[in-house]
């Protein structure tokens, strides 16, 4: 039975017995957070694209914790200059992490990493969500997205118990993409992640729960740190 736990932003982990997954670690620089980088015991480390508020932590706690980082082959590199052991893989692929199988599918948003003394911007590979099977259940992390048709293909392909998907708006979907988006992927619980860190992205997500069950969907928010079981 899989533990589900929200360390706020985008930041989730799935935990099955022993054995856990992190993905988008963003704890030092989210001040909604009650976790920190020190707390945080896990296997691997996914990470859906390469902006600075979803791999922050990436590399203290994979040190920490021997943890493997698995990124798309751009950013996995980079994170190997880091002197972390990667998994590299690519849009479609999956990857076996024995207690999970991750499959690497589409978001539609931008990847880079901004090296703020040179002022440059290095290529990070394409954004993605992660359909995740652990526990014999089926979670879906959408990564940061847009609204995209493609989402409806990944809902009539996978029975998704739960789907964590972002409704801040300004940088990603807002709740009302993020409402046909939880439509398309047919999810039987959908959490809503990426919203309230900064002032950009603010909303209200007890609302946005209240439009999913008027819409026949089932949704739950979960406030950082807080966790469900399946």
């Given at each position: 039975?899989?533990?589900?736990?929200?360390?706020g932003?985008?930041?989730?982990?799935?935990?099955?017995?022993?054995?856990?997954?992190?993905?988008?670690?963003?704890?030092?620089?989210n001040?909604?957070?009650?976790?920190?980088?020190?707390?945080?015991?896990?296997d691997?480390?996914?990470?859906?694209?390469?902006?600075?508020?979803?791999?922050?932590?990436?590399?203290?706690?994979?040190?920490?914790?021997?943890?493997?980082?698995?990124?798309?082959?751009e950013?996995?590199?980079?994170?190997?200059?880091?002197?972390?052991?990667?998994?590299?893989?690519?849009?479609?692929?999956?990857?076996?992490?024995?207690?999970?199988?991750?499959?690497?599918?589409?978001?539609?948003?931008?990847?880079?990493?901004?090296?703020?003394?040179?002022?440059?911007?290095?290529y990070?590979?394409?954004?993605?969500?992660?359909?995740?099977?652990?526990?014999?259940?089926?979670?879906?992390?959408?990564g940061?997205?847009s609204?995209?048709?493609?989402?409806?293909?990944?809902?009539?392909?996978?029975?998704?118990?739960?789907?964590?998907?972002?409704?801040?708006?300004?940088?990603?979907?807002?709740?009302?993409?993020?409402?046909?988006?939880?439509?398309?992927?047919?999810?039987?619980?959908?959490?809503?992640?990426?919203?309230?860190?900064?002032?950009?992205?603010?909303?209200?997500?007890?609302?946005?729960?209240m439009?999913?069950?008027?819409?026949?969907?089932?949704?739950?928010?979960?406030?950082?740190?807080?966790?469900?079981?399946?």
């Open positions: 039975m899989p533990i589900l736990t929200f360390h932003h985008s930041c989730v982990q799935i935990a099955v017995e022993e054995q856990s997954l992190l993905i988008d670690p963003f704890l030092r620089g001040a909604l957070a009650v976790s920190q980088p020190e707390d945080i015991i896990t691997f480390i996914l990470l859906t694209h390469a902006h600075t508020d979803h791999i922050l932590d990436a590399e203290p706690i994979a040190k920490a914790n021997q943890a493997k980082v698995v990124a798309i082959v950013l996995a590199t980079y994170m190997s200059w880091k002197g972390l052991e990667t998994i590299g893989m690519n849009m479609g692929g999956t990857v076996d992490l024995g207690f999970a199988r991750a499959k690497m599918v589409q978001a539609y948003h931008t990847s880079g990493i901004v090296i703020e003394d040179k002022q440059q911007i290095m990070g590979g394409m954004p993605a969500g992660y359909v995740i099977q652990a526990g014999g259940k089926t979670i879906l992390h959408a940061d997205t609204l995209f048709g493609d989402m409806k293909m990944i809902g009539e392909r996978y029975d998704i118990d739960v789907a964590f998907i972002p409704i801040g708006g300004h940088y990603t979907m807002d709740p009302e993409d993020a409402l046909q988006a939880a439509q398309w992927y047919g999810a039987k619980l959908t959490i809503p992640v990426h919203w309230n860190t900064f002032p950009a992205i603010q909303q209200d997500a007890n609302k946005f729960v439009r999913l069950e008027e819409n026949g969907l089932q949704g739950k928010v979960l406030q950082p740190g807080e966790s469900l079981s399946l």
